[in-house]
């Protein structure tokens, strides 16, 4: 099997950056996506292809993958970011993996 | 507009059946492969299961493999989910996912807004 490992919480002050953490062996010769699932919602891609944001997903939503790590940054962030997000990757014996996920609280 | 509406959910006993449906609009249904995410109560995302636009691929995770089957009527623009001999632990909101394929990325780019199956006595 394939595992993502995210951490369970970040937390960040409004207008700050808050950065998210996908771990996973060699995950940089993976492509990764990002969704974000607010509270009691469908999850919504905001990212795919490592960096690639979606028509209509704000910019301050950033991505990068390298080595064992991808990385999510929300910059400026704001309330409404207030959300989980997840990674997720495609392994040929697992097929979509999806990270453990991440609580982000705007403080 | 894109929309995947998931129906069939509910309360179920263990040992069980149940079938859901997702019917679409807003896309060419029969261009897509389409898959099903779940996730338990409290929860992160799992994987379930995934179908080739003409059926002919079917792929399934462990946890379920054996005891669903994904099945699609491209005439209808519905995906389906037969869930045979239900566990407690397949209690979780089922999502109809649209995937997108390029060059190797494989992702979602469209949920549906999830129906709940619980499994309980």
């Known amino acids: 099997s394939y595992d993502l490992t995210q951490p369970p919480s970040v937390s960040v002050s409004p207008g700050q950056t808050a950065s998210i953490t996908c771990s996973g062996d060699?995950?940089?010769?993976?492509?990764v996506s990002w969704y974000q699932q607010r509270p009691g919602q469908s999850p919504v891609l905001i990212i795919y292809?490592?960096?690639r944001r979606p028509s209509g997903i704000p910019e301050r939503f950033s991505g990068f993958n390298s080595g064992n790590t991808a990385t999510l940054a929300i910059s400026g962030t704001q309330a409404m970011d207030e959300a989980d997000y997840y990674c997720q990757a495609w392994d040929t014996s697992a097929f979509y993996v999806f990270g453990t996920g991440t609580k982000v609280t705007v403080l | 507009e894109v929309q995947l509406v998931e129906s069939g959910g509910g309360l179920v006993q263990p040992g069980r059946s149940l079938r859901l449906s997702c019917v679409v609009s807003?896309?060419?249904?029969?261009?897509?492969?389409m898959h099903w995410v779940r996730q338990a109560p409290g929860k992160g995302l799992e994987w379930v299961s995934g179908i080739s636009w003409n059926s002919v691929s079917l792929d399934y995770a462990d946890s379920v493999r054996g005891r669903f089957t994904i099945s699609r009527d491209n005439a209808k623009n519905s995906l389906y989910l037969q869930m045979n001999n239900l566990r407690a632990e397949d209690t979780a909101s089922y999502y109809c996912v649209k995937e997108v394929d390029t060059s190797g990325n494989y992702f979602f780019d469209y949920w549906g807004q999830g129906t709940l199956v619980t499994v309980a006595s």
């Open positions: 292809k490592d960096d």
């Open positions: 060699k995950l940089g010769d993976r492509y």
């Open positions: 807003g896309f060419s249904f029969d261009d897509y492969a």
